[in-house]
């Protein structure tokens, strides 16, 4: 079956530690996003990415990192910078291209601070 | 500035109950696009419908249904006869630009049985 992949489901990340979450679509969608959500709230843009090897930031950027070598593929590196980072974490794809396309989801990773 | 409001933050019906979600979006350009997804607990966003500015018409599929009216910038979506398995998060999304949407904060939904 086609659809996204988060990895892992929990994640919990110590003082200064650096983690980095999975996000796999064997959909062939070029557009690839990151999302955060925490309680009673939307989900924020963190970074996106419409091609390999090119990706934008989104409105809440800092403290995170990204990378897209493959199309399949665009993990999310939550650093140390970031000082609040526990929220769940949501990845998204869509065709790209024109703005109607609905973006696919994937059941998310939650992440917490020990 | 692109924004999306659902004032509902949660909502409580009992089966077989009508429920309807609002959503107001704000945008200044003509061209836009609307959505809905429901999260259930499981967390995955599950797309439910997409809507372009220039398709005023309502729609329906099965027990939902959608109103969209330009006049006051709505998009309200209605369940009818509901069911426990409708119980989730229910968010409204708004696209102008290319990979910018905007989500509103989300109606949680409990249907009791």
């Known amino acids: 079956d086609g659809g996204i992949t988060q990895s892992p489901k929990y994640l919990f990340r110590k003082e200064g530690q650096n983690v980095t979450l999975s996000c796999e679509q064997n959909?062939?969608?070029?557009?690839m996003y990151w999302y955060r959500q925490d309680p009673g709230q939307g989900l924020r843009l963190i970074y996106y990415s419409q091609i390999v090897n090119d990706f934008q930031k989104g409105d809440i950027a800092e403290g995170y990192s990204v990378s897209r070598e493959k199309k399949e593929s665009f993990p999310l590196t939550v650093t140390s910078a970031q000082k609040n980072p526990t929220a769940f974490y949501l990845c998204?794809?869509?065709?790209?291209?024109?703005?109607?396309?609905?973006?696919?989801f994937g059941d998310g990773t939650r992440l917490s601070i020990l | 500035a692109q924004k999306v409001t659902q004032a509902q933050t949660e909502i409580s019906v009992v089966e077989k109950e009508d429920v309807t979600l609002d959503c107001v979006y704000e945008?200044?350009?003509?061209?836009?696009?609307l959505f809905w997804y429901k999260q259930p607990p499981s967390g995955e966003l599950v797309f439910l419908i997409r809507?372009?500015?220039?398709?005023?018409q309502n729609e329906i599929s099965g027990r939902y249904s959608w109103n969209f009216q330009k006049s006051t910038s709505s998009f309200n979506f209605t369940i009818t006869a509901s069911q426990v398995v409708d119980s989730a998060v229910y968010f409204c999304?708004?696209?102008?630009?290319?990979?910018?949407?905007?989500f509103g904060a989300g109606t949680r939904l409990t249907v009791k049985p």
């Open positions: 999304a708004l696209i102008v630009e290319v990979n910018d949407m905007r």
């Open positions: 809507r372009n500015s220039f398709d005023e």
């Open positions: 959909l062939n969608h070029d557009a």
């Open positions: 998204a794809s869509s065709r790209g291209g024109d703005s109607n396309q609905p973006q696919h």
């Open positions: 945008t200044r350009d003509t061209t836009y696009y």
